[in-house]
């Protein structure tokens, strides 16, 4: 048990670290989206195109990886859905709901673990996941919850509008330029590469001490028993789904994924939910149910992560 919070203590003394600090007033919630905005426009991308540009195409480009954990993630969402018409839900909350259990936080929180767990194959496991997220699940979670409302057609500008952010966003502007310098095989010079490592090394610590601060102020407002079933979908049911599709690929013909990939991606999905999830659900009037959520499936993730962790060793 020692061995498990040498791993997980770390990670969240660097949440706790944040949120004390912007509780007790040496940060504000604005810093940390000033820091957050420093992760996610430089840091990270650092990081990425670090990783990616460094390594050969066919370690990168994983087939079985994204189909893993793609469908691992949609049988899940089809699930929500169904378990909310049966709970009386109103489509629009289903898909809330739904936001909630699928969309892990895997840059400011997974990547971190993967680093302490599975460290060769962490920054690949985390750009196939902001591929599979970015481009494909959530377009689809924001198509699904327009067209909740009832609003005909709304929906494909939607969608329209998220591929138009894609192409501007900072991630997935680095995806690209590192695929490109692995598969044109160009060496950098030496004095680039140490300047984008120095950003790319900021990103892990700096990215869980901006959850912390996140969490402070975030209401649970007699929300907290109603967030359960979200906790447990996203941490305890995202994880299970997408190992039975990792498992389930020789059975369709696929290659299988290799033990620290396939561990790779259980842990990302069994980590708390993206930190701007309040923010879309304020899009449906759910921002304190989404608020709420994110704080409890972070407090149980340490308990849930530990276990996890406890389980593989």
């Given amino acids: 048990m020692i061995q498990i919070l040498a791993i ?4 969240y003394m660097a ?3 944040g949120y004390a600090t912007t509780r007790g007033g040496l940060f504000t919630r604005p810093d940390m989206r000033v820091f957050g905005q420093f992760v996610i426009k430089l840091a990270l991308p650092a990081m990425l195109f670090n990783a990616l540009s460094q390594r050969q195409i066919g370690e990168i480009l994983n087939f079985s990886y994204a189909l893993a954990y793609l469908a691992g993630t949609l049988a899940l969402l089809g699930l929500c859905l169904l378990w909310g018409k049966r709970s009386g839900l109103s489509a629009t909350d289903s898909v809330v709901a739904a936001m909630g259990m699928t969309c892990s936080n895997s840059s400011f929180v997974g990547y971190p673990i993967l680093l302490l767990i599975v460290a060769p194959v962490a920054a690949v496991a985390l750009a196939l996941n902001m591929l599979v997220e970015n481009v494909l699940v959530i377009p689809l979670l ?47 010079p030496e004095p680039v590469l140490r ?3 120095l950003f790319a090394l900021s990103s892990a610590g700096l990215s869980l001490f901006v959850i912390g601060g996140t969490l402070v102020g975030l209401p649970l407002g007699g929300m907290g028993r109603q967030s359960m079933p979200i906790a447990f979908g996203k941490l305890i049911l995202h994880p299970l789904a997408v190992l039975a599709a990792a498992l389930a690929l020789p059975w369709l013909g696929l290659a299988a994924l290799e033990p620290q990939l396939r561990l790779a991606a259980v842990l990302l999905a069994a980590v708390p939910m993206m930190s701007i999830y309040p923010i879309l659900a304020q899009n449906y009037g759910k921002e304190d149910f989404g608020a ?3 704080l409890v499936t972070t407090v149980a993730s340490f308990f849930s992560l530990s276990g996890l962790i406890w389980l593989i060793s």
């Avoid at 997980?8 to 990670?11: F, K």
């Avoid at 009832?150 to 997935?172: C, D, M, Y």
């Fill in 8 to 11: 997980t203590g770390p990670i």
């Fill in 15 to 17: 949440i706790a670290l």
């Fill in 142 to 188: 924001l198509a699904l919850a327009e067209r909740s409302r009832g609003e005909a057609g709304h929906w494909t500008v939607v969608v329209g509008q998220s591929f138009k952010r894609l192409a501007v966003n900072p991630i997935i502007i680095a995806l690209a330029a590192g695929l490109l310098v692995s598969v044109m095989r160009w060496q950098l």
């Fill in 195 to 197: 300047a984008v490592n």
């Fill in 292 to 294: 709420a959520a994110l």
